[in-house]
């Protein structure tokens, strides 16, 4: 069942405050709070585009990124600047005239 583009908007709002007011009022850096409103916020998130390319033929022009790919790309970023770190530069000589 597709659900109404309008009303899974409405509830991605509601997700977006929610989260706001979550990190906002942080208590400490485990806050269950905050991964409750980050979780029902990718929720709503995927319903509504669900939604819209489903009612509309549309797509959003982003998408949530899952953790597994989180950490893939920081092994990525680590291997790059592991390599930069093997590299010795010297610094260009320069004459004054």
Do not use: C
Not at 10 to 27: F, K, M, T
Not at 42 to 58: H, R, T
């Amino acid at each position: 069942m597709t659900a109404d583009p309008r009303a899974a908007l409405d509830r991605l709002v509601a997700a977006l405050e929610a989260h706001h007011n979550a990190i906002a009022g942080r208590r400490s850096d485990d806050d269950p709070a905050v991964d409750d409103a980050y979780d029902v916020l990718a929720d709503a998130f995927e319903v509504y585009d669900e939604a819209v390319l489903q009612s509309y033929g549309e797509v959003l022009p982003f998408a949530l990124v899952e953790d597994d790919d989180e950490d893939e790309h920081e092994d990525e970023h680590d291997d790059f600047d592991d390599e930069d770190d093997d590299h010795d530069f010297e610094e260009p000589a320069f004459r004054a005239d």
